[in-house]
């Protein structure tokens, strides 16, 4: 009745913007992410006999009650799978840093979906545990694989084709991926409030949709073919177009400050000087700079050179969901 | 045979973005403008017997082959809408910094279509003057009028009917047009290019031909009733809508700079402050904000106190052309 799960989250390099269904959270376009080897969240669950409530230690201390909600909420969907009633203590170690602009809710909920399926014995395929994970975050279905994978956004209403896969393992091809944090504000929209307000608001929405079939194609023939000139011009146009719907919403908002866009610049001055190198940006002012591991040092310093950046973390693709 | 006229240049509050006709600078939408009263171009047409060649100095010196062939491929209109045959000396006085990212050929072919039709005594109406003046530079179609302008973007194939109108004088409604210079480097796109790649590759250009009635239609209501917080709203939405396609484009592109989002969330914070003031930006780094007079003084320091702010100066509505 007790298993343990890591997970690591996932960066999105062909983005998941935009749900067709909040409350199964499907997505109206595919996705394709590299699962990344430095973050990840650690998570145990133990269902108990004689446990009044459920009960959530984040990092060693009690969660808030919204932070809970969630989690127990999810843990429902977990218990009605299994025909369970009983109530569990789940210890959670996020190593996500958030301010990087990483959502811990990728590997949280991946490693929660793990643990707690494997504590009840569930014996979900792989494909059935990332269904599962979707049900608590999207971007989560892709955190059970390592590597280089693809979340198909999939036809049926109840979303059991939605899941990810696996395009390419981590120790297939190696590539670094470097977290840029910048001196930024709060940011105000959540992207989940963001992406419902595209869907909705912006005229520029069903473009997004009418183009994102050949990006995940690219992306995918990039991968398979480790041709990473290929890789960086569509994650880095993919990224642009994104940002581009919600500067049409209404009201329009946009996630960038002034040091995304100092890091934009300097990514393209790297790029004038012969550097194959390429940025992503996700709901949030940080950017992540792909580029080639030989290649990473140079990058590293030339970042770090920018008044407005405060830390890079540099990480490479990782593994997928592992039982501890 | 000899005429002098002074025009001004025009801000575009609802951009004019993409050419639905190449050679015949006709727009594939509507644009809406303010013409300002601090930058300008004086320039004076003479027609003279014996001169081998045009002649065009600007600012004093003899312009450069580029520069001055456009000039006499533009003169080739004039003298073929009156018969003559005859060559010209154009001397210009061009006040617009450029460096400001405002377009001197906005004010540039206003003045020189005015002096070149006077001194040649064509008797033009303004609107016939308004699509001569397109011909030189799409926008300077709007710089024939002053204040608050509208370019309609006509149906007719020979663009006679893609003309400017004035909305409202100048001295109806005063506001401040702040123009700031941020730090930047030279843009490596010009507009036409920019416009041109948009039209032919982006996937947004639909949406944004599909909102600009509506917002040409608020603009030009808030204009009207002198409701400046409806005019801002719209000219901010569609200034980001209109940089929102280039995003899209393939390559894609921006003009944007961290200068230009640091005025950005300065306008933002204001905003919050409860100032009612607006951005808006044009092909380039540079910002123009949009206040009430009032918070004219405010809202120069704020702007003043920001790192990538190298100049501000304030505008207002002006005149439309002037002989002199």
Redesign the interface.
């Known amino acids: 009745m007790k298993a343990t799960a890591k997970a690591n989250t996932n960066i999105a390099l062909i983005k998941y913007w935009g749900k067709r269904d909040e409350k199964l959270f499907l997505p109206m376009n595919g996705s394709i992410s590299i699962t990344l080897d430095r973050f990840y969240t650690i998570t145990a669950v133990e269902f108990k006999r004689d446990l009044q409530k459920d009960v959530f230690l984040l990092n060693n201390q009690l969660s808030s009650e919204a932070e809970g909600q969630k989690v127990f909420r999810f843990l429902d969907i977990i218990r009605e799978l299994s025909g369970t009633d009983l109530n569990a203590v789940i210890t959670s170690e996020n190593r996500v840093p958030t301010a990087a602009g990483f959502a811990s809710s990728a590997s949280g909920f991946a490693a929660l979906s793990a643990a707690a399926a494997k504590a009840l014995n569930l014996e979900l395929s792989e494909k059935e545990l990332s269904a599962l994970a979707r049900r608590g975050s999207g971007s989560a279905c892709r955190s059970i694989y390592g590597g280089y994978v693809e979340w198909q956004k999939g036809e049926r209403a109840d979303g059991k084709d939605s899941v990810a896969h696996q395009l390419l393992p981590e120790d297939r091809w190696n590539i670094s991926i470097l977290s840029v944090m910048v001196a930024s ?1 709060q940011k105000k929209i959540s992207s989940r409030e963001g992406m419902k307000r595209t869907v909705e608001t ?7 949709l ?2 994102i079939d050949t990006d995940l194609q690219k992306a995918r023939e990039a991968i398979i073919s480790k041709d990473f000139e290929k890789l960086g ?1 569509v994650v ?2 993919n990224a ?2 994104m ?3 919600m ?2 919403a ?3 908002f ?1 996630y ?7 890091v934009m ?1 300097q990514v393209q001055n790297l790029r004038e000087d012969g550097i194959p190198v390429y940025f992503t940006i996700d709901a949030g002012a940080n950017v992540k700079v792909l580029c080639l591991p030989e290649d990473e040092q140079k990058v590293y310093e030339a970042l770090l050179t920018l008044p ?1 950046v405060k830390e890079v973390i540099t990480c490479h693709p990782g593994a997928g969901i592992t039982y501890l």
Chains 1, 2 share one sequence.
């Open positions: 504000k912006s005229p520029f929405y069903t473009g997004w009418q183009t011009r880095e146009a642009l177009k940002h581009a719907t500067l049409g209404t009201p329009p946009f960038w400050q002034s040091g995304t866009m100092e610049e407005s």
